[in-house]
């Protein structure tokens, strides 16, 4: 047993802990004990190493990292993002499969459903011509075009317009505001 408050390497030289100093011997374990004298960390003579909490802000492992649970915030999003990403496919999946009924030149519409459709998931899969669409939250695409008339994007001017994050903003009086360089050809 040694008891001291500081354990150094002379200069230049390695500080070797050997766990089997005669190889004929049963191997033993580094061990580090904490409150009430129980085992908090240990390291046997083959590496492995156990420890009975972590807090670290970095690690790195070469190897096999066995784990039997790992809390992350990025981790649990991307979860989330894979079962959305799972249902959705799922119903898109199933949709191929669904009996379409198709309106003859004989029957209208208002015949076959009532004026408003309510739904959670609607997933077009080809064209849709629609005269007036709502969305309450997002709405993602890669192109917006007009086929026959100008463009207009906040036409009410009711609210200021914000492009790329707020890089540019358009203000309801016309006032235009770019945070970065502007090049005008």
């Known amino acids: 047993k040694v008891e001291t408050s500081l354990i150094s390497p002379v200069a230049s030289t390695d500080l070797i802990i050997d766990l089997q100093p005669d190889n004929a011997q049963k191997a033993s374990r580094f061990v580090i004990k904490g409150v009430d004298d129980k085992e908090v960390a240990s390291i046997d ?55 379409i009924n198709t309106a003859t030149a004989s029957a209208s519409i208002d015949n076959l459903v009532s004026q408003e459709i309510i739904t959670n998931n609607i997933f077009v899969t080809g064209n849709a011509a629609i005269s007036s669409l709502f969305v309450s939250d997002n709405l993602t695409t890669n192109t917006i075009n007009s086929l026959d008339t100008m463009l207009s994007i906040q036409s009410l001017a009711a609210a200021p317009l914000e492009i790329m994050a707020g890089k540019i903003r358009v203000e309801t009086n016309g006032d235009v505001v770019f945070i970065g360089n502007v090049e005008v050809g």
């Open 45 to 99: 003579a083959e590496g492995n190493a156990r420890l009975d909490s972590v807090t670290a802000r970095q690690a790195t492992i070469s190897g096999t990292l066995y784990a039997d649970k790992i809390e992350s915030d990025r981790l649990d999003a991307i979860e989330e993002l894979l079962k959305t990403v799972e249902v959705s496919q799922t119903i898109l999946a199933d949709s191929a499969n669904w009996n």
